[in-house]
């Protein structure tokens, strides 16, 4: 089963406006973590944010904020203030309590527009 | 500080050469993890030490594969003999504790013609 779904392959937005970038989850365990990673053209894997199932507060990393539904299991990243930099694959990421493997989404690639 | 660091970054080789991926995590971190890229298949775990024992290695697709992290700063993941299948970019990552973030190093392109 799909524990990780991203359904928008690719989302488009214009500079400066804000684009959120959906992500729901699966999983039986109430202990768990949730991850945002944005991975650039040139490759890497860059760590955005962070939020653990307990949090009683979405999580926010300056333009990065996380809207965290949990009874929606849903986990969608909001980025505040499109920069033309923020153009890149990003993969929401769960790690359930108990396991130390990171289960990736199929990621959604932002196009950041002038 | 230093992320962590890959090594190569590139690798091209024939089908039935050794190859060997190099991984540096990130000092003090006593998690390390293998990933492999594909487009077919996503983000995958290969398989994680801690405390430089690996852990879980249900992840590695064959006997052809196999990892070890000799210690706390370094680790290999090779492919004997390397098929065509094998092309994807390898990620290492390293993290703190169990609960902590995983911080991810450029990763290695592998094509193997």
């Known amino acids: 089963a799909q524990k990780i779904t991203q359904t928008q392959p690719g989302m488009f937005v214009q500079e400066k406006e804000a684009v959120t970038l959906d992500c729901t989850y699966d999983?039986?365990?109430?202990?768990?973590?949730l991850f945002w990673y944005k991975q650039p053209s040139s490759g890497e894997m860059i760590f955005l944010i962070y939020q653990g199932s307990y949090d009683q507060q979405n999580a926010t990393e300056g333009r990065y904020s996380l809207n965290f539904q949990k009874a929606r299991k849903s986990a969608n990243l909001v980025i505040s203030a499109s920069q033309l930099g923020d153009s890149a694959m990003y993969f929401c990421?769960?790690?359930?309590?108990?396991?130390?493997?990171?289960?990736f989404g199929t990621g959604t690639r932002l196009l950041v527009s002038p | 500080d230093a992320g962590v660091i890959q090594s190569p970054r590139h690798e091209v080789t024939e089908m039935g050469q050794e190859v060997t991926l190099r991984c540096k995590p990130i000092?003090?971190?006593?998690?390390l993890f293998w990933y492999r890229q594909t487009m077919m298949r996503g983000l995958e775990l290969l398989i994680y030490f801690n405390n430089n024992v690996p852990i879980d290695d249900s992840g590695m697709p064959e006997d052809r594969f196999s990892a070890k992290m000799p210690n706390a700063s370094f680790s290999t993941l090779k492919i004997q003999p390397s098929e065509p299948r094998d092309s994807a970019v390898y990620f290492c990552?390293?993290?703190?504790?169990?609960?902590?973030?995983?911080?991810f190093g450029p990763g290695t392109r592998l094509t193997v013609l």
């Open positions: 990552a390293s993290s703190l504790a169990a609960t902590d973030t995983q911080y």
């Open positions: 000092s003090g971190h006593d998690y």
């Open positions: 990421a769960m790690r359930e309590k108990g396991f130390q493997k990171l289960v």
């Open positions: 999983t039986s365990d109430p202990s768990y973590g």
